[in-house]
């Protein structure tokens, strides 16, 4: 029998990864580039076991029993074990995997990213492979090989039409920049209304728009952000990760039928960091919407306190709700805003509760192997715990 | 003394005009096509009193007083009295101008495009000028070029640095298409957050997109579009006003920052919309959106009775709305949704009031002058009545 446990982060993309050129390959038409997110607040975690006793392959996601037959999970595992030395010697035996993601599954929350890059990290210590795995976990799914890496990140697209440079590249590590913040506004916890692999299908199909954002917009972003990053010039980055986030959502409403992610609720966080952007005269806050109506928030730490009055100010949190429950995370501590801000921020203020809660953390490192036995998802026998 | 009043239409683009080459003569980057509304429930209206014994020039705009010394008006002013017969004997008497429109005003239904074209047509016919007019109009609002034809028009950019090739024309008379219909849902009618013409300058400033779709996008389009016009394709024709709108709202999405003028309630009509289509298996209803958060829906007279089933099933009106004021315009049948559609409609129903009201109406004639001295707006003193 063999046992291993990884959890695995969440990465936020500040250049977002929309259309693949290979559906079965999941090569991307353009470059991404993501931030890592610490594990202390959000990840997945997958314990995978082996054991020449199992009669069968089990897979439990969340609690609940899945069909092992999931074309995306046996393409990772058909490469991980083309990997593997020959004479490992549990290539034959059966499985049981079981993943648990502590966030919102399918919100717009990469928890896909988080899963495969967990599962094949896993599967990866298991089976003994080395090298990049970026490429594999990709097979699970595309932004999930961003997340096999800490700080910042960058997936290459690759040219070859077998996807073997299709893969993802650290461009520095969360340290490089430690004052990165990331606060994310949950606006919704309820699941998305179109899937973004399928979103992302119709919009290869239909938008005029996207080919022109891959081959010439993103490429030059590309190289605008990754030079802010490598200089830590917040301000250029503040504006190419809203400008992108922009972007993307416009391929998704140029897209027949559009797909609409963000609500009026996301639309009025864009305006907040906008008006307060303008009020400090430089951007110190960015915000990025995935394929859900959730804003992720770029910041630096000197900015938080303030910033966060100024999101309790407009969109209060229900009445009796408690603190450390509502800001979950990192502590921070909780100001009341600037009578001066509150004035000049012309701003209508929302009905309670229009935020579900806040998630407020900082980029950090890839997978890590857990080797505490109380860690294990599966007890001896290959069943949850 | 001299007196004229017209009436002149809204109009509602299908292909829609964001972005201009040249901010003062107000030069598109892109051509159009709308379709003129008939002004029996939609109109502006504009009486023009000239007298040698007025003081000063004098212009009330819905009952409120105005400054005159408003630079779109002058140059509409000054462009008509270029092409005035030099021997026209009322050249230097004082104007009172009086407008009117019957709907909001600054609500995104297009209340200047009428409201230019009604003043620029009333001046022509007061200085009793010959030949198009529609390079006037521009001069006031560039869309208003559109509204003195009737029917389908197409605004051709042009080439010229001096604009005067920049002109509407009339592709095919609103007969050409007699079942063509339109109803407007309008959403809300509060005065919209960003203006076009604010919007429209910034998009020009800063999206990337925006070229790409002016010069590469939008001729496509304007082809296509002609052609179903001229072919009365429906399918074609509703097909290319959604792609349009949705193209169009992604530009203003691509925006530093983004301006967005359609909410919720907005994107929820394009899933009615699409949901209704697909049960039909073709497009029987469009939607185009202009810098506001109402729908526009083009349909054919067949479709009307049944869509706006939907519309009343998926939106209810408020209880006790009085039929006739909640559906202005021509009268139509109030069916009950058919039960197989509600049944295969798998469709949040709203709450009540999420519309304020609806106008159903169709295409029409261009800019008409009213003889009747009862339908003057000023008195012979040059005063509102």
């Keep these: 029998m063999k046992v291993v446990t990884v959890v695995a982060p969440v990465n936020i993309a500040v250049i977002k990864y929309w259309g693949k050129r290979d559906e079965e390959l999941i ?5 991404s580039i993501s931030g890592t997110l610490s594990t202390d607040h959000m990840c997945a975690k997958t314990t995978i076991q082996a054991s020449p006793l199992f009669q069968e392959n089990r897979f439990w996601l969340n609690g ?17 074990k083309r990997r593997a030395k020959p004479s490992c010697p549990i290539l034959n035996w059966k499985l049981s995997i079981c993943s648990e993601n502590n966030f919102p599954t399918a919100a717009g929350l990469a928890s896909s990213a988080a899963g495969y890059a967990c599962l094949v990290s896993a599967l990866a210590q298991l089976y003994e492979i080395d090298g990049d795995i970026s490429s594999i976990a990709r097979r699970g799914s595309g932004s999930a090989c961003r997340s ?5 990140v960058q997936w290459v697209k690759g040219e070859s039409p077998t996807g073997e440079d299709s893969l993802a590249v650290q461009l520095a590590p ?13 606006v919704s916890n309820e699941t998305k209304k179109y899937s973004s692999t399928s979103g992302m299908k119709t919009s290869v199909e239909t938008s005029q ?5 891959a081959k010439e917009i993103v490429p ?3 190289e605008r952000m990754k030079r802010a990053i ?28 559009p797909c609409v992610y963000m609500n009026d609720i996301s639309h009025a966080i864009v305006d907040v960091v906008h008006t307060y952007n303008q009020l400090k005269s430089s ?21 938080v306190e303030e910033f966060l009055s100024v999101i309790n100010y407009v969109f209060p949190p229900r009445s009796g709700s408690i603190q450390d429950e509502y800001i979950k995370g990192s502590k921070v501590k909780q100001l009341p805003i600037q009578e001066e801000l509150s004035r000049k921020f012309e701003f209508k203020v929302h009905k309670e509760g229009a935020l579900k809660y806040i998630i407020y953390t900082k980029l950090g490192d890839g997978p890590k192997v857990l080797t505490d036995e109380k860690d294990h998802l599966l007890t001896q026998e290959g069943i949850p715990k």
Tied chains: 1, 2.
């Design 230 to 257: 490598a200089d830590k010039d917040f301000e250029a980055f503040a504006r190419i990760t809203m400008e992108d986030s922009n972007s993307f959502h416009a391929m998704c409403l140029d897209t027949f039928p």
């Design 220 to 222: 030059k972003q590309v």
């Design 209 to 213: 728009l996207l080919p022109y954002r």
């Design 64 to 80: 609940k029993p899945q069909d092992f037959d999931n074309p995306r999970l046996n393409n990772c595992l058909k490469e991980v």
């Design 148 to 152: 096999v890496y800490g700080g910042w």
């Design 174 to 186: 969360a340290s490089h920049w430690p004052e990165m913040r990331v606060i994310i506004l949950v």
């Design 27 to 31: 090569l991307p038409i353009n470059d």
């Design 283 to 303: 951007n110190k806050v960015s915000y990025t919407f995935d394929a859900g109506p959730n804003a992720c928030l770029y910041l630096l730490e000197s900015e």
